[in-house]
């Protein structure tokens, strides 16, 4: 029993219930290719605040605040939690932005572009050679003193912010008042029962914190000191998605008529490109960030509210993608976050 809970053998566990679970919430009722995607969740989310006014991407996405509340409980009960922050919050603020943009220009996250692919929506691949490409680029400042700053202790009532706001999102899913906005139609309108989501969030987020997940982090650690650790999760995910779309007959393979995506793979693969980057210099995928956050972190808590504030810049301004094609100013949104990513890898230097 000890064995099988070795941290090897407890990522690729992770992996594979994530890539279940995302498959399953599929058949439960979320989009297609999208039962876990934490830029669109978040995309959604923002949009039921009255961030942005895209009708048709609107609702309270439960597996948010379960990705945050889970890993709450795990880092309290393994002794983990730890109030922190103080390391540039808000570069990490206007990077977790950009990794939002990138994400909306490609339409998926680096998870989603794993469930995509397992699908059978061959662009996964564009994405996923993107997130590698950029993770590259990072690790290009890395090795040349890259660092946003050292983290300090905090009062652990401040790294109880995140998982309490989470906790109140929650609450404003159960009990939606008017402001509340739901799309009628679209990716917003298709969700899984409430608890369901609340359930799998609870779980993906309980299993990520223990296993320490990260679907940029894997490529990072393989490019970098070819520690393999982060990607065997990633292939377990996609490996269990696979069986699952095949079993569930959810498997449909080409570029072009995917669910929730297009087909541009210059763009997809730069708006990856940039999620990668991004993600590399801020020490993680947006679902690492949602867990450092559950775990004390305020610096990561401060990249959600980044990725919060990219889906409504997204959204407001003509960046976001959709099955048509890129939005009309994303590929600009693209290169200028590439610019301002690369800026900061050469001026955040250690001296």
């Known amino acids: 029993m000890r064995q099988f809970f070795m941290p090897k053998t407890l990522i690729i566990l992770a992996g594979l219930v994530m890539g279940v679970l995302a498959v399953l919430l599929v058949k439960w009722g979320n989009p297609p290719n999208m039962g876990v995607c934490v830029a669109c969740f978040i995309r959604d989310i923002a949009g039921a605040l009255g961030l942005h006014s895209a009708g048709v991407v609107q609702y309270i996405r439960p597996e948010i605040p379960g990705f945050v509340l889970g890993s709450f409980i795990a880092a309290y009960a ?7 922050g103080g390391s540039s919050p808000l570069v990490r603020f206007l990077l977790g932005a950009l990794v939002m943009v990138g994400a909306l220009v490609f339409l998926g996250c680096p998870i989603r572009a794993t469930l995509r692919l397992a699908g059978g929506d061959l662009n996964g691949i564009t994405g996923l050679v993107g997130v590698a490409v950029g993770a590259l680029a990072g ?5 040349r003193g890259y660092n946003l700053g050292r983290v300090t202790k905090i009062p652990a009532a401040v790294g109880w912010i995140a998982a309490l706001a989470m906790l109140g999102l929650l609450l404003l899913a159960i009990f939606p008042p008017g402001f509340i906005s739901f799309s009628d139609t679209g990716p917003g309108s298709q969700h899984a029962a409430l608890g369901i989501s609340v359930g799998v969030g609870l779980v993906v987020g309980f299993l990520a914190q223990r296993s320490r ?12 000191v070819r520690d393999s650790y982060l990607m065997s999760g990633v292939v377990a995910c996609f490996l269990g998605a696979l069986v699952f779309n095949l079993i569930l007959g959810q ?7 995917q669910p929730v995506a297009h087909s541009n793979h210059l763009w997809n693969f730069l708006g990856m490109v940039l999620v990668g980057l991004a993600a590399t210099q801020l020490g993680g995928c947006p679902l690492r960030q949602l867990v450092l956050s559950g775990e004390g972190d305020t610096d990561a808590a401060m990249t959600v509210l980044g990725l919060f504030a990219g889906a409504a810049f997204a959204h407001n301004f003509l960046l976001a993608s959709s099955p048509m094609g890129t939005g009309t100013f994303g590929p600009v949104a693209v290169v200028v976050g590439l610019a301002f990513c690369l800026a900061i890898g050469f001026l955040m230097r250690a001296k």
């Open 78 to 84: 393994f002794g983990e939690f730890r109030a922190r």
């Open 251 to 257: 498997f449909h393979l080409g570029f072009a008529g």
């Open 139 to 143: 690790i290009f400042f890395l090795k």
């Open 213 to 224: 997940l990260c679907f940029v982090g894997a490529w990072r650690d393989i490019f970098l």
